[in-house]
């Protein structure tokens, strides 16, 4: 999964293809509308004000959102004196920064981009569908013990699934889990551990994530017991990874309870969880579609639409959570002031 999405010039992410909006593989939310943006600069101002001016964006896929949210602070006063973007991709830097200089050229010098995490950070980290695509170990839990499921070549020299005993990480892993045999599903071993590392580097500020995804009791239901690896390719969803490896989106949905786990071990707080309709209405969604200044036009229709799409249950609304850990914060986040389900993990 690592190689067939981050390889060098090779992987998804690395290689030149389009994959975000109408042209590409899938839309994000922010692709979708500025109106995801403008909530999240509500939240984005709070956690700035109790902590740094300052926003880290982790993988910024087309730049969508770090454009909006500037856009937002800005009108609001409230611009960060720095706006940071890890990203992986140089093909994909190249085009956020191009669309930062064309959406708000007075705010571009503000961007910088990073190759790896800081050493510290004080401010705002989001991460916007970014857990779901790190790399999952595939677990298969049999009558005759648990196998870690990887990937081999068949005699036709194509890829095939081969099992082997499970080890180390990926066994402890596992045998804290709530499945019974026979089961396959997928345990996130870099996404545990990438949130544990904002444990040494956050020193106040917040860490936002908006993901799809269920807390453990969901996630390793029994009726899901095929897992949630699934593959995106110009807005079709399909199970195979095998199926252009590289031209491909391969992701799972995330375990927000082993998150919430290893955040707390790191000595983080957990700030909020709960469903993206509660945080972006929570975050005054409503307000903005309502400041817009023509209630009859094309324009005020299509936001209105892509509303709806955001925060329908049925949409993007619930599937979608928001999870957030901190350090020194001294407010309740405002995003999660109603419906926050922090007790569900």
Same mark, same amino acid.
């Given at each position: ?10 992987g998804?992410?690395?290689g030149?293809?389009?994959?975000? /909006?109408? *042209? ?15 909530c ?8 700035m004000?109790?902590?740094a ?9 087309? /730049? ?19 706006y940071?973007?890890?990203e ?19 705010l571009?010098?503000?961007? $910088? ?7 510290? #950070? ?12 790190? %790399? ?10 648990? @196998? ?9 020299g ?6 082997r005993?499970?080890? *180390?990480? $990926?066994?402890a ?12 599903s997928?345990?996130?071993?870099? =996404?545990?551990? #990438?949130?544990?590392?904002? *444990?040494e580097?956050?020193q ?14 969901e ?17 079709? =969803? +399909?199970?195979?990874?095998? +199926?252009l %490896?590289?031209l ?5 949905h995330?375990?927000f309870? =082993? ?17 993206? =309709?509660?945080f972006?209405?929570?975050c /005054? ?11 009859? /036009?094309?324009?005020w ?9 955001? &925060? ?7 599937l979608?959570? $928001? &999870?957030a850990f ?7 986040? @405002?995003g999660?002031a109603?419906?926050?389900?922090? +007790?569900?993990?």
């Amino acid at each position: 999964m690592e190689l067939a999405l981050y390889a060098p010039g090779l992987g998804y992410y690395s290689g030149g293809a389009q994959k975000f /909006g109408s *042209g590409g593989d899938f839309i994000t939310a922010p692709e979708l509308s500025p109106l995801f943006g403008a909530c999240i600069a509500r939240q984005a101002q709070q956690i700035m004000q109790a902590s740094a001016p300052a926003i880290l964006e982790v993988g910024a896929g087309s /730049g969508a959102l770090a454009c909006d949210l500037l856009a937002a602070l800005a009108a609001a006063g409230q611009a960060p004196e720095q706006y940071a973007i890890l990203e992986l991709s140089g093909e994909l830097r190249a085009r956020q920064a191009a669309r930062i200089a064309r959406a708000v050229p007075e705010l571009a010098e503000r961007v $910088v981009w990073l190759d790896r995490l800081p050493d510290a #950070w004080r401010g705002l980290i989001v991460g916007n569908e970014l857990l779901d695509a790190m %790399p999952v170990q595939l677990v298969h839990w049999t009558a005759d013990g648990i @196998c870690e499921r990887g990937v081999t070549t068949a005699a036709d020299g194509r890829f095939a699934w081969a099992d082997r005993p499970a080890q *180390g990480a $990926v066994a402890a892993a596992a045998q804290a889990l709530p499945a019974e045999p026979p089961y396959l599903s997928e345990i996130a071993l870099a =996404a545990r551990a #990438w949130v544990a590392a904002w *444990g040494e580097r956050l020193q106040s500020g917040a860490l936002l994530l908006i993901d799809y995804g269920f807390p453990r009791h969901e996630y390793y239901h029994p009726q899901r017991h095929q897992g949630t690896l699934m593959c995106h390719y110009r807005h079709r =969803a +399909h199970t195979d990874p095998f +199926h252009l %490896p590289g031209l491909t989106d391969i992701t799972a949905h995330v375990d927000f309870t =082993a998150l919430a786990e290893a955040a707390h071990a790191a000595g983080l707080t957990l700030a909020g969880y709960t469903s993206q =309709a509660a945080f972006l209405l929570n975050c /005054g969604l409503t307000d903005v579609l309502a400041q817009a200044p023509d209630h009859s /036009g094309s324009e005020w229709t299509r936001s209105a639409a892509a509303a709806n799409k955001l &925060i329908s249950p049925s949409e993007m609304g619930e599937l979608f959570k $928001v &999870i957030a850990f901190s350090r020194g914060m001294p407010d309740e986040l @405002c995003g999660f002031a109603r419906g926050d389900r922090r +007790h569900a993990l």
